[in-house]
């Protein structure tokens, strides 16, 4: 096989035998760098002496053109800015597989796996997060009126109303939540990471991921508290908030072990009351146990009239 060098050679001489052959001929030469050279050879006066000219074609616009056309065949789109549709799906772009492993992790957290390194691997999603809010909106508002008319049930003064508000109340207390804190603690972990240079942390994106699937096991436990047994409700709820309690310190705990110990443990013990805040609140507020007090029967004392009459 010949080698390029070779090639370059034979290449080189065919050139210098067509000059030879026709002065006036053309060579055209193409480089790596997509530039043709094109020398032109002529006749003079006098003597016959050849004068060359080189022309240079530069076809950077063809390249940049075919390198476009890879790309929207390899289906590579070109991330656009904050204000494009394209910008908000790559938040979006998760399979379904995805999506269940990281529900599995946030209802099963292990001692020394963190929810980030092991179910997000960089590439955190508003997909999960966003459905699980909508979905513990709807449990939360619909479980609470079936409770209120379980609980109702045997008294006959009761008349069912549907209380649509719950929804309402709902949706802006779990998504509030689920945003404002992260945003909060977020921006706290950040001006802690310039202020105490040894520490870490994670973007706002991993954080608000994070908590909005710490919330999917309220799902489930939201439909167990129809269940009209108090002492069953408060059971649920204390699991629930340990299991969800436990991917928040699992997770934050080795961003803020690093900084004092005084702000470490009011970092965490804030993130765990907040979370104790909200479930505790939806349990008083939308399941509330009716408590008929019997009404007394009403006892009047018996009047005696007695009738006198005179003699005349």
Aim: aromatic share 12%; hydrophobic share 45%.
């Amino acid at each position: 096989m010949a080698s390029p060098n070779d090639l370059q050679f034979q290449e080189f001489e065919e050139a210098a035998e067509l000059l030879s052959a026709d002065p006036g001929a053309s060579t055209l030469g193409i480089s790596a760098s997509n530039t043709v050279t094109t020398a032109a050879g002529g006749v003079g006066g006098g003597g016959g002496a050849g004068g060359g000219e080189d022309v240079k074609l530069d076809l950077s616009e063809d390249e940049e053109g075919q390198e476009e056309s890879s790309e929207l065949l390899g289906g590579q789109k070109p991330t656009g800015g904050f204000w494009t549709f394209e910008y908000y799906q790559s938040f979006f772009n998760v399979d379904t597989m995805q999506v269940l492993d990281r529900v599995k992790g946030s209802v099963m957290p292990l001692p020394g796996r963190n929810f980030v390194k092991h179910h997000l691997r960089s590439n955190p999603d508003l997909y999960g997060p966003f459905w699980i809010c909508v979905t513990l909106v709807f449990s939360v508002a619909i479980s609470g009126n079936l409770s209120t008319f379980l609980s109702e049930m045997g008294n006959p003064s009761y008349h069912y109303r549907p209380q649509f508000h719950r929804v309402t109340i709902a949706a802006v207390v779990i998504f509030m939540y689920a945003w404002l804190v992260p945003i909060g603690l977020w921006g706290f972990l950040t001006w802690r990471q310039g202020t105490e240079r040894q520490i870490g942390g994670y973007s706002f994106l991993e954080t608000v991921c994070v908590y909005g699937y710490s919330l999917f096991i309220y799902i489930p436990t939201s439909v167990l508290w129809i269940i009209p047994f108090e002492w069953l409700r408060w059971t649920l709820i204390l699991i629930a908030m340990v299991i969800s309690g436990s991917v928040l310190v699992l997770t934050f705990w080795p961003v803020v072990r690093d900084d004092t110990k005084v702000m470490a443990i009011a970092t965490v013990a804030t993130i765990v009351v907040l979370h104790t805040l909200l479930a505790i609140g939806c349990k008083m507020y939308f399941f509330q146990t009716a408590v008929h007090v019997p009404t007394p029967a009403s006892t009047t004392a018996p009047i005696h009239i007695t009738l006198t009459t005179k003699s005349h």
